[in-house]
């Protein structure tokens, strides 16, 4: 089974920053990560698919980087309405396994 | 637009069958995969298993022994049975659509608690 490290898994951040998670597997899954963010009491929403590609409506300041075994979010300038948790997800090997979470609070 | 809705009991005992629906709008079940995903308490998820457009399903191998999920296409809903549930089962319940291997559009989540 592939595993998925995501860190931090706790993170607070001033509007205007520049926020980066990260994500690690356990072996080879080539760009086949996602990104999704989850507010409190939604559903989750796909924000980057096959590791840096924008779903639609995403806004720009969202990004995604990596190959192989690494992979990192980015955004670029935080804004309020960013607050949330975060997750990678990996669908290399036939099924899908997630990271931990990140949440992501304002200082 | 696709939307989707979980639902069913909040609450299920011990060594019990978990039975959740999901009911689709917007975009037929014969078209595409379709996802059960859950999330504990402390926030760790897991993907359960897919049925796709055709009635074939994957499961996640952990729980390949007790998961079921089925559809009926006429009522544009597909559902999750889970059997012989312990508490660790206590989790929020999404399904979602799965759109080239991402999961593009998902439900509210239900809340399902394993307790006597």
Known sequence: DIQMTQSPSFLSASVGDRVTINCKAS????????????????????LIYNTNSLHTGIPSRFSGSGSGTDFTLTISSLQPEDVATY???QHNSGSWT????TKLELK | EVQLQESGPGLVKPSQSLSLTCSVTGYSITSNYWGWIRK?????????????????TSYNPSLKSRISITRDTSKNQFFLQ????????TATYYCARV???HFDYWGQGVMVTVSS
């Open chain 2, 40 to 56: 504990f308490p402390g926030n760790k998820m897991e993907w359960m298993g897919y049925i796709s457009y055709s009635g074939s």
């Open chain 1, 27 to 46: 072996q080879n899954i080539n760009k086949y990560l996602d990104w999704y963010q989850q507010k409190l009491g939604e559903a989750p929403k796909l």
């Open chain 1, 87 to 89: 997750f990678c997800l």
């Open chain 1, 98 to 101: 997630f990271g931990g979470g």
């Open chain 2, 82 to 89: 889970l059997n012989s549930v312990t508490t660790e089962d």
């Open chain 2, 99 to 101: 759109l080239h291997f």
